[in-house]
Structures are given as structure tokens and as C-alpha cells.
């Protein structure tokens, strides 16, 4: 059965800290992976995405890092700011012969930073 | 970047009434647009996927004849939820897809319905 499961459900972290979220899916077969950030009441914005021969991306203050042997990623946020407040979600898209395969939602970590 | 909007953002309605959602690409032409549903904490969950010009395929347990969509253009899908009740009450998000963008899906911003 394909599915993402993220870890933790919540965080709380103080303005000016790091984290790292976990992402694990058993989505076979694998096109990409994505993380978005969603904030309360909006759509999900993309923040990387990587393929199978990618195991690292960097969007600012966010790195997104892919294991594919073990299908695990992880988001990392460095110098955490208040905006990073959010949802963020772990999108893994499977490779189903059209350009646009199916994609397999995480639940989300929901993430807020104090000052 | 590609931008998809939706319309309206918020509505409230009464229960029994239709509520139209249209969801718009802006700057390409969407080959494939697709329709979610978020509860609160929960995560996204497809409801149907569109092809221009041709039928929505809906996901299983979604009815099709209460999720009304069209795809008339590529560049607008509309999401008709018909005799609305409170269940129905969600936030819906459409994303559109462009066979040259590699499998990229871009997402609206999302409307919030509240049935009454």
C-alpha cells in the first residue's frame, strides 16, 4: 500500500532554532518527492522537489535530503524565523507512465515557532 | 511559477443550496486539474482528477452526481458542490498540471465552504 507517513504531528521551537522533520513512504514506483509548506486557510507551496538520483536540495533556509534505499527524507530548517509557522507536508509522487502521476499526501507537521 | 487561482476563496452557504468553485491556471494551459478536500489536520484527499474536454474520473466513495466538475478550457475547471449540507463544510484545493512540466502539479490557494 502506498503511503507517507511524517513524523512528529507538532513542534515547537523558539525563533532563531533549527529542526528537522522525517518523512517515510513506501510509494512505489517512485517519481519524486516534494515538500511543501502550507499555512493555515492557504494552499500547499512547494518548496523542493527531488528525484530518485537526488539525495540533497536547498531553498534558502530549508534543505530537503532523500534516501531512496531507505525511502526516508527530511526537512531542515535552519534559523527558524516566526513566518515559518506552518503546516508541512511530505508529497511523494509515483511514476505511473503519464507525466502526471498520482501523488501520496503526508499529514502534515505542523510547526510553530515562538519568539 | 506557474499560478492557479480559485474562486471564491470563502463562501457560506445554506444547507440545500449549490455552491460553484472555479479554479483557473493562469499563465499556462492545464492539461489535467485536480480537486481536493482538506478537513482541519488532516491531509489532502483527491477527489476527482479532470482532462479537458472529457469526463472527471472520481475517486472511490466521492459522488460524482453531488461533486459536479467541468473542464471546460484549459485553463479553467470548475467544482459544482450540489445540495450542499454541513458535512460538506471543507476547505477545497485544485491543482493543474501541464504535460510539459515534468509531472508538477500546482496548487490553488483554496476555498473555504461553510455550509449553514
Known amino acids: 500500500k502506498n503511503q507517507v507517513e511524517q513524523s512528529p504531528q507538532s513542534l515547537i521551537i523558539l525563533e532563531g532554532k533549527n529542526c528537522t522533520l522525517q518523512c517515510n513512504y513506501t510509494v512505489s514506483p517512485f517519481s519524486n518527492l516534494r515538500w511543501y509548506k502550507q499555512d493555515t486557510g492557504r494552499g500547499p507551496v512547494s518548496l523542493t522537489i527531488?528525484?530518485?538520483?537526488?539525495n540533497t536540495k536547498s531553498n534558502g533556509r530549508y534543505t530537503a535530503t532523500l534516501d531512496a534505499d531507505t525511502k526516508q527524507s527530511s526537512l531542515h530548517i535552519t534559523a527558524s524565523q516566526l513566518s515559518d509557522s506552518a503546516s508541512y507536508i511530505c508529497v511523494v509522487s509515483a511514476q505511473e507512465g503519464s507525466t502526471l502521476g498520482r501523488l501520496y499526501f503526508g499529514r502534515g507537521t505542523q510547526l510553530t515557532v515562538w519568539p | 511559477g506557474a499560478v492557479v487561482s480559485q474562486h471564491p476563496s470563502w463562501v457560506i452557504c445554506k444547507s440545500g443550496t449549490s455552491v460553484k468553485i472555479e479554479c483557473r491556471s493562469l499563465?499556462?494551459?492545464?492539461?489535467?486539474m485536480f480537486w481536493y478536500r482538506q478537513f482541519p489536520k488532516q491531509s489532502l484527499m483527491l477527489m476527482a482528477t479532470?482532462?479537458?474536454?472529457?469526463?472527471?474520473?472520481?475517486e472511490q466513495g466521492v459522488e460524482k452526481d453531488k461533486f459536479l466538475i467541468n473542464h471546460a478550457s484549459l485553463t479553467l475547471s470548475t467544482l459544482t458542490v450540489t445540495s450542499a449540507h454541513p458535512e460538506d463544510s471543507s476547505f477545497y484545493i485544485c491543482?493543474?498540471?501541464?504535460?510539459?512540466?515534468?509531472?508538477?502539479?500546482?496548487f490553488g490557494p483554496g476555498t473555504r465552504l461553510t455550509v449553514l
Open positions: 479532470s482532462n479537458e474536454g472529457s469526463k472527471a474520473t472520481y
Open positions: 491543482s493543474a498540471g501541464r504535460s510539459s512540466g515534468g509531472g508538477t502539479q500546482y
Open positions: 527531488m528525484t530518485f538520483s537526488e
Open positions: 499563465d499556462f494551459q492545464a492539461t489535467t
